[in-house]
């Protein structure tokens, strides 16, 4: 990945294989010029492919990019599934309870009571639309403001509608922005119908686990990823593995995860 390609002496080794995701137009210099010594360069998508293409065309030392591929990044599937299997599995107190006991309460269970459930775990239980936003808030990649300004014409437009924005992100990041400042400007917390939450700061750095962030796209009715670039896009993946619909940008990597629609 881009940081261990950064930090990492790996390139004057006899024999090197980076896997990297490529989030932009273009490859970084400092990237590039590391790159040139891979034995061999495997992207993540096919965007990233094409841009080891583009410098494969430079010639001298680049040539050795010709050689690349890319793989696909995956998503474990047994942890996101849709949100009847999730809600099920929570009705049955364990992340892996017996295979009956599962089926016996998926049964019982519709996609709406699901999505209740498992928008309890976040609570935000009493909801008609819940949009989620995953990102790191760092720089400006993720147009995590923009995202917000979104919702807020959507509540706006949607007065009738109990609508709740789960972000799931650091609030207080140091080199991020300032979320609840953010909020304040675009007047978020007084608009009748909208709810947005957050994951306490702590928890948030110290990471949830794969089980904890299924079940949180799985109780979304649409997850945002409308970022300005992506290397491949992890979230947009695992929403659509949940069963979430995806908004996202029509750009790098995105273009390849998801069906655009008009």
Not at 146 to 160: K, L
Not at 166 to 185: E, L, R, S, V
Not at 220 to 229: K, Q
């Amino acid at each position: 990945v881009n940081e261990l390609v950064k930090e990492r002496p790996l390139w004057n080794r006899r024999f090197w294989c980076p896997y990297v995701p490529l989030d932009a137009h273009t490859i970084f210099p400092d990237i590039l010029g590391k790159l040139q010594y891979a034995s061999y360069t495997v992207a993540f998508t096919k965007h990233g492919k094409r841009m080891l293409d583009r410098a494969a065309g430079l010639g001298g030392s680049f040539s050795n990019l010709s050689k690349s591929r890319y793989i696909y990044h995956g998503v474990d599937t047994q942890t996101y599934k849709p949100p009847v299997e999730l809600a099920a599995e929570m009705m049955a107190d364990e992340k892996d309870a017996k295979p009956e006991i599962v089926a016996a309460a998926q049964e019982r269970l519709s996609i709406s009571m699901a999505k209740t459930l498992l928008r309890d775990t976040i609570g935000m239980p009493e909801i008609d639309f819940l949009i989620g936003l995953v990102g790191a808030n760092r720089a400006q990649r993720k147009q995590i403001p923009e995202q917000m300004e979104a919702v807020q014409v959507f509540a706006h437009a949607n007065p009738d509608t109990r609508i709740g924005f789960y972000m799931h992100t650091d609030t207080q990041a140091k080199d991020g922005f300032n979320i609840p400042g953010i909020a304040q400007i675009l007047d978020l917390p007084n608009i009748r119908n909208l709810v947005v939450k957050t994951p306490p700061t702590n928890l948030y750095r110290m990471g949830y686990e794969d089980f904890e962030m299924a079940r949180a796209l799985a109780a979304c009715d649409v997850v945002l990823n409308v970022s300005a670039s992506e290397g491949f896009g992890m979230v947009i993946s695992e929403a659509q593995a949940c069963g979430t619909p995806v908004i996202a940008a029509n750009n790098t990597a995105m273009t390849e995860l998801l069906e655009p629609t008009p």
